[in-house]
């Protein structure tokens, strides 16, 4: 009798246990980067489910990489809805492949259930530290000067159509009612090569992937993409200053299947957004040149819906498709 009374305590007792405490008996984890292993959103991804053990237990990262990110992020929303497969939304599974491929497995906003933002990294427009020194160009009023003295000599690169450094670009060329020739890239980094080789004249690049040339002198910074300065490069003002609304961030956060119980996203919110306000998360996130962005479920819903709005336009004007 005594045995069996145990048995039925602990019984009960589970069952008004906090979600995440049976979870973490129970299985771990799993969050799906879909981006190869390495990246900053990986990098990033591996730091907060290493920050999250204590009250989620083991979370295990899962890198499902390709068709932009398309693969990893559909695995994520054909996943059980029931808080133990969770992903990252980030600006091109989220807000521009949705109007760059013609086809896509899932439904940006119907298929998931938003968990919180994780972070921002700001984009900045460099030009080869050289070529500014010979055209004699120290601002973004500089560039957009001689662009408008030298029409159709200027050429920026990108990691390739439809990626947010072309964005950024055909935006800017917009915006400033200038030419410049596009040359895509494959990836980010053959981009930079081309620009720090002289092959193109500038680029938007990501800050944590161009901060180490800036450093080095052999990038110069003329302008930002957040809306205000970035507290990562101080003194380089945003093109925002110039011309109103610009802004081309790129983001990444995190998400769960669609249908997923309000009582999980919730649990995972408050233990995501308190491991990202962490002063160990921020310094690390700092290191990368990110920004932490946590904030509420419905905050990260709102703010993937009005950047699917704002690429829609510019991923239509860049001619970009991927069939």
């Known amino acids: 009798m005594k045995r069996r009374h145990l048995l039925a305590f602990s019984a009960s007792a589970s069952l008004a246990l906090p979600w995440f405490t049976v979870r973490a008996q129970a299985r771990p984890i799993r969050l799906i980067v879909p981006y190869a292993a390495g990246g900053p959103i990986d990098t990033t991804a591996r730091a907060l489910a290493e920050r999250v053990k204590d009250s989620l237990g083991l979370v295990v990262i899962e890198n499902r990489p390709g068709a932009g990110g398309n693969i990893g992020a559909d695995a994520v929303a054909k996943a059980t809805p029931d808080g133990f497969t969770i992903g990252i939304a980030a600006t091109a599974t989220h ?15 119907r298929d998931f259930t938003p968990i919180t933002q994780m972070l921002r990294v700001p984009n900045v427009l460099v030009m080869n530290a050289q070529t500014a020194q010979r055209l004699n160009i120290h601002t973004l009023s500089d560039l957009v000067a001689y662009a408008k003295a030298n029409p159709a000599k200027l050429n ?54 161009a901060a180490p040339n800036i ?17 990562a490069l101080p003194g380089i003002p945003p093109v925002a200053q110039t011309y109103a609304g610009f802004a ?24 995501f957004v308190t491991a990202l306000n962490s002063p160990e998360i921020r ?7 990110a920004e932490p962005a946590p904030g509420s479920p419905e905050g990260f819903a709102a703010f993937i819906s ?18």
Not at 166 to 172: K, Q, S, V, Y
Not at 316 to 323: E, F, M, N, Q, Y
């Open 215 to 231: 450093r080095a002198g052999k990038l110069k910074a003329l302008a930002v993409t957040t809306l205000a300065p970035s507290t």
């Open 156 to 209: 920026y690169g990108s990691g390739g159509n439809g990626s947010a450094g072309h964005l950024a670009g055909e935006l800017f060329k917009q915006r400033a009612g200038i030419f410049a020739v596009h040359i895509p890239y494959n990836g980010g980094n053959p981009a930079q090569l081309a620009l720090l080789s002289g092959q193109v004249d500038f680029n938007f690049d990501n800050l944590a992937t």
């Open 306 to 323: 009005n950047e699917l709005a704002k690429y829609q336009p510019l991923v239509k004007a860049s001619g970009a498709r991927v069939d």
């Open 248 to 271: 081309i961030d790129t983001w990444w956060g995190l998400v769960a299947p669609a249908a997923t119980p309000r009582d999980t996203v919730t649990r995972l919110n408050q233990a």
């Open 95 to 109: 807000a521009v492949n949705p109007w760059l491929y013609s086809k896509m497995p899932y439904d940006a906003q």
């Open 283 to 289: 310094a690390r996130f700092a290191s990368l040149m």
